[in-house]
């Protein structure tokens, strides 16, 4: 395998078939500061594809961190203007937007949790001005890796040092179904169709709730909508949207829940990375929809603050299904970023919903909140139970796999 060539295929799968950049197009680009070396090849293949410029802004956690050990809670998470200008500009103009994250899970683990969460903070707000272009004016976004020394270092340790980094690039190709002679695009399109096949066959059930359950203690009925469709309806969108793939990898069927309608007690399956400090066994018990109670021994400050965001960041804004025997999954690694560790799992989504507007049946509700923040909690026996309109019981995961 030629890694440099790999690297180009990768990029242009990120440019092509994730963003769908469109001829004269402005990328605008937020990337891990770590990552520079693959930027140049990803805007080259941006260019290729006819971008008409590709912005890119650096995300320095390493700096921010220095910040908040001299500068106080309120002052890191500002947004200054110029932070909205630089972005905002581009996407008035019908930019599109990547985020490349590359993960470097030690970076934070000294740093206490109230500082943590402003850097957080700070990152997620300036993180908002891209997500409200996307809901509101339906531009292409992405959401991909670039791997690190410092990833390698972490999720490799089977390997030796020297060859770590070179094994994760590996790796991420084939989570992202990339291999030396495919057609990425062609790949990924029948990737898509049998994803909506599955989304609209449990549309066809007309679920009223979701009823998980799983040997960790998980015992979590989620209310749906009628609006909550699993499915890809687009007739719903507008006739000039363009089609792009938001999540490279993904392996999820998603959903929004009625805001109010989620009671019992979920436990994570995978570490949740929130201002670049890893939080592990961690729960939280609902009641009417509203979290009322982190269930923690360590990092429950930073989940407590997470549910304070706003006054809806402690609903849920999402139920996704992803099968355990998933690619992902099988390869027995825990990744410490939500992009690839949310899709080895059946994952819930704190915070804003999928689908902000009012839903066409006004009994329901869908969250809205300044966060979107998923967690794992897909396991090898998750149980899952959907009931229908009609009353009538079905088996929708058995053994932590779909069952329909």
């Not at 599109?96 to 943590?116: A, F, Q």
């Not at 292409?140 to 670039?146: D, K, P």
């Not at 961690?282 to 706003?310: C, P, Q, S, T, Y």
Request: charged share 25%; glycine share 6%; proline share 3%.
């Amino acid at each position: 395998m030629n890694l440099e060539e790999m690297k180009h295929k990768y990029a242009y799968t990120l440019a092509r078939v994730g963003l769908n950049v469109q001829k004269g197009q402005t990328v605008l680009v937020e990337a891990a500061v770590e990552g520079y070396a693959f930027v140049p090849i990803f805007a080259q293949e941006c260019y290729k594809l006819g971008a008409g410029n590709v912005v890119v802004h650096y995300l320095d956690e390493g700096n921010l961190k220095i910040a908040s050990l001299y500068r106080n809670k309120e002052d890191v998470e500002h947004i200054e203007e110029w932070e909205v200008l630089e972005n905002q500009k581009y996407l008035d103009e019908g930019a599109c937007y990547v985020r490349l994250e590359g993960v470097n899970p030690k970076l934070m683990e000294d740093l206490e949790e109230e500082r943590s969460n402003a850097i957080f903070a700070h990152v997620d707000a300036v993180r908002n001005i891209m997500r409200k272009a996307s809901r509101e004016k339906h531009c292409q976004w992405l959401i991909a890796m670039i791997p690190t020394q410092e990833w390698a270092d972490v999720v490799m340790q089977d390997y030796p040092k020297e060859s770590r980094l070179k094994a994760l690039w590996e790796l991420l190709f084939q989570l992202c179904y990339i291999d030396e002679t495919n057609d990425v695009v062609e790949t990924w399109a029948q990737n898509k169709r049998k994803k909506v096949e599955r989304g609209n066959k449990m549309d066809a059930y007309n679920f009223t709730k979701l009823h998980y359950t799983a040997s960790n203690g998980t015992n979590l009925i989620v209310e749906l909508t009628p609006d909550s469709k699993f499915g890809f309806d687009v007739s719903k969108l507008p006739k000039d949207r363009i089609d792009f793939s938001p999540n490279i990898p993904t392996e999820e069927i998603c959903t929004t829940p009625e805001k109010y309608g989620t009671n019992g007690v979920v436990y994570a399956s995978r570490p949740l990375v929130l201002g670049g400090k890893s939080i592990e066994n961690f729960g939280f018990r609902f009641e009417n929809g509203k979290v009322v109670e982190v269930i923690a021994k360590e990092g429950k400050e930073m989940l407590e603050h997470l549910i304070r965001m706003d006054e809806n960041a402690c609903y849920l804004g999402e139920c996704a299904l992803v099968e355990y025997h998933s690619p992902i999954s099988m390869s027995k690694r825990v990744y410490y970023t939500t992009l690839i560790d949310e899709n080895a799992s059946c994952h819930l989504a704190l915070g804003r919903g999928l689908n902000v507007e009012p839903p066409h049946d006004p009994r329901y509700t869908f969250n809205d909140s300044v966060i979107h923040i998923d967690f794992m909690i897909g396991t090898e026996d998750m149980h899952i139970v959907g009931t229908t309109a009609s009353g009538e019981e079905i088996v929708v995961f058995d053994h932590g796999d779909f069952a329909i």
